[in-house]
């Protein structure tokens, strides 16, 4: 036993000495992150794995964490029968490492690589997913959660990333349902799933003590479906949406929004009894509740009454100022079912519906459908921008800048949190304001993925 014991701290040693070898000799040879084919038991057990394609084998893939002011490197490597990039949502990233394939950098094709190295200035809960032909690419798995860890995290037992997804299966066999973009879904609310769940599995399960408090990271991975959120047998704080910081942890009194791509930091104390099971649940219209999350309960952790959680420490340059002087940007949103483009100009030429309808094209972002060689807008860098979105569609639509975060300009003038993604409701128009304080070509686009393909896409430059 003795003999064994040291064996194997011999052995750890020289794997040790051989790894710091070989991490010597890979200086420039980034970790890999393997998009490939891989299988998934996200269906109840007796139904077959579900094909998909993943980060690393894993669905979601890894849960990849860089401290605050540290650099994420990362070798793509594409073991996929398709060309694919990756994008890091929410960061303020540089510009080169966005992973927009047609706007930011060449789709890497089947067999080859790419470099991404970039710094993380903000802490938070981050998430990086395909960026090429995202539609189907994240549908098909490739998703996963970018954990920016603040120099002091708060004082909770536990940190647990829950990537929440909904995915759309054959009840026949378990495989993914095909066309991605069928002309329902790319016209009403995008491809929502028929089994509800998170990281990876529709029955997904975290074992808890009574009273213990927890961190948890969500992440909206689904394509189009806006989470309803509720909690049971758990009391929660919001401490922070799209990984910025709340000024202060708020108490969550009811149901929370969670729309694709958006992010939620609870904290949460686990109040629910030894042999009960607290939950995540979401809320169907009908008034139904689907479980995401079961946090089963046994035994009681040591701390039975604690003060409220403290705020996260504030990331840097979280201020949106300048806003009487900003410059004023208005943006339509039209299209897709009930309220159909008439015409639109796409691809440098006036449509009509009947046109834009078999190329796959329903939405428009100022009289405009899908990409354009000369963006949106110019913006100074540094500049102060107020951009208002009209909604006259009839769906919801969750509206993703990149490279930098935003507020609402709510009726009132007052601001609303920092985030990267904002639900726009039908006849409410929506006022954002941010500082253009990040150079280089920005997509503007909703995350209903199905929407974003079918029109609703643009861009704006910072130079
Ligand atoms: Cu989360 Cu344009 O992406
Ligand atoms: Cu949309």
């Known amino acids: 036993m003795t003999v064994r014991v040291t064996r194997r701290a011999f052995g750890t040693g020289a794997m040790a000495a051989a790894a710091l070898g ?38 979601p893939g890894p849960v990849l964490r860089v401290p605050q002011g540290g650099r994420l490197r990362r ?32 789709p890497v094709p089947p067999g080859a690589t790419f470099d991404y190295d970039f710094a993380v200035p903000d802490a938070g809960t981050f998430w990086y997913h395909a960026h090429t032909n995202s539609m189907e ?3 098909r798995g490739l998703a996963g959660a970018l954990i920016v860890e603040e120099a002091e995290p708060p004082e909770v037992d536990r940190d647990e990333v829950v990537l929440l997804d909904d995915w759309l299966l054959d009840p026949a066999d378990a495989q993914l349902m095909t066309p ?7 016209s009403h609310a995008g491809r929502t799933g028929n089994l509800l769940g998170a990281n990876g599995s ?11 408090r927890l961190r948890l990271r969500l992440i909206n991975g689904a394509n189009a479906r806006i989470f309803v959120l509720r909690l049971r047998g758990m009391n929660g704080w919001t401490a922070a949406l799209d990984g910025m910081p709340l000024p202060g942890p708020e108490p969550v009194t009811g149901e929370m929004i969670l729309a694709p791509a958006q992010r939620l930091d609870l904290i949460v ?3 629910a009894e030894t042999g009960e099971a607290a939950a995540l649940l979401h809320l169907e219209r009908d008034g139904s509740t689907q479980p995401l999350m079961r946090l089963p309960v046994a035994g009681t952790a040591a701390v039975r009454a604690r003060e409220a959680p403290a705020a996260l420490p504030p990331n840097p340059r979280m201020a949106v100022s300048g806003l009487d002087t900003a410059r004023r940007l208005e943006m339509a949103m039209e299209g897709g079912a009930m309220a159909g483009l008439v015409s639109a100009r796409f691809e440098g030429r006036d449509m009509g519906f009947r046109d834009l309808a078999r190329r796959g094209q329903f939405w428009a972002l100022a009289g405009q459908v899908g990409m354009t060689d ?24 969750a509206m993703h800048l990149h490279g930098m975060h935003f507020r609402e300009v709510r009726g009132d003038g007052s601001l609303g949190p920092l985030r990267d993604t904002i639900v726009s409701v039908p006849d409410e128009p929506l006022e954002i304001a941010f500082v253009a304080d990040n150079p280089g070509r920005w997509l503007f686009h909703c995350h209903m993925l199905a929407h974003a393909a079918a029109g609703m896409t643009t861009w704006i430059e910072v130079a």
């Open 374 to 397: 000369a963006p949106f807008a110019r913006l100074d860098r540094g500049e102060t921008v107020r951009l208002k979105l009209t909604n006259s569609t009839v769906f919801a639509h």
């Open 22 to 59: 070989a991490t010597q000799l890979r200086a420039a040879a980034p970790t890999a992150l393997t998009a490939r084919v891989s299988t998934a038991q996200i269906a109840p057990r007796g139904y077959p794995a579900t094909e998909v394609w993943s980060y690393d084998g894993g669905l």
């Open 202 to 212: 529709y029955d997904c399960v975290l074992p808890v003590r009574r009273h213990e």
């Open 75 to 106: 070798r793509l490597v594409n073991d996929l029968p398709v060309p694919t990039s990756v994008h890091w949502h929410g960061i303020r990233i540089d510009n080169a490492m966005d992973g927009v394939a047609g706007l930011t950098q060449q």
């Open 137 to 139: 690419q994240v549908a």
């Open 180 to 186: 991605f973009g069928h002309p329902m879904s790319l």
């Open 269 to 271: 104390d686990v109040t």
